[in-house]
């Protein structure tokens, strides 16, 4: 009985969570974006032995240099993004993942797929603890966990969808195909950023009038 009241409770949270229209439209406009990053994750390696003769030896410097960037630069960054509204840091962030992508679908050399790593890794420093943040301050303490965790779906969500889409286009139509096709959701993540920026910025200058 208790375990099904627990359920049934959390349910409705969720169900609340995402009446929230700022929260939802952060869900979609946060899949988008994280699509793309698994082409990068997922599909990159695969594209570089099948198609370039890369083994994994060469690939591994690739998720490296991600790491390195990410010990390096997180808390400069950080920093830095504090000037701006967080809805606008996050458009920026998203910029660099159509730019990977499109890196990628034009690159046939290493330097090329590791520039891909490092735009996508930019963006990635950018958004990742903005975005956090952002979902954080949406709820209220006691809901704050289930928020987060409901925003941490998005990465199995985009999961679903960009390896098995990429593999197909990329079997159906070419290997360049997927890359072109994620950068279009990355330019879609981009514009639904800026939406969400927008309407952010419509509520706050409607809550100082009613004031």
């Known amino acids: 009985q208790n375990v099904r009241e627990g359920l049934r409770e959390q349910l409705l949270i969720f169900k609340e969570a995402l009446k929230n229209l700022r929260?939802?439209?952060?869900?979609?406009?946060?899949t988008l974006k994280e699509i793309c990053a698994t082409f990068i994750w997922v599909m990159l390696a695969v594209h570089m032995k099948t198609n370039?003769?890369?083994?994994?030896?060469?690939?591994?410097?690739l998720p490296t240099t991600n790491a390195l960037m990410v010990i390096l630069f997180q808390v400069l960054i950080t920093r830095v993004a504090k000037r701006w509204r967080d809805t606008q840091v996050m458009i920026w962030g998203t910029i660099f993942y159509p730019i990977s992508m499109l890196i990628v679908a034009f690159s046939s050399g290493f330097w090329g797929f590791w520039l891909s790593m490092v735009a996508l890794t930019i963006g990635e420093l950018i958004v990742s603890p903005t975005a956090s943040a952002y979902v954080a301050n949406l709820a209220g303490p006691e809901k704050r966990g289930r928020y987060l965790g409901m925003f941490s779906l998005t990465w199995p969500l985009a999961m679903a969808v960009g390896p098995v889409s990429g593999g197909f286009l990329s079997d159906k139509i070419g290997i360049t195909a997927p890359w072109l096709?994620?950068?279009?959701?990355?330019?879609?993540?981009?514009?639904?950023?800026?939406?969400?920026?927008?309407?952010?910025?419509?509520?706050?200058?409607?809550t100082i009038l009613s004031e």
């Open 23 to 30: 929260f939802s439209w952060m869900i979609v406009s946060h």
């Open 52 to 61: 370039f003769g890369y083994n994994e030896d060469v690939y591994r410097w």
């Open 181 to 206: 096709a994620a950068a279009v959701v990355g330019v879609l993540a981009v514009l639904s950023f800026w939406g969400l920026d927008r309407y952010t910025q419509k509520k706050r200058i409607e």
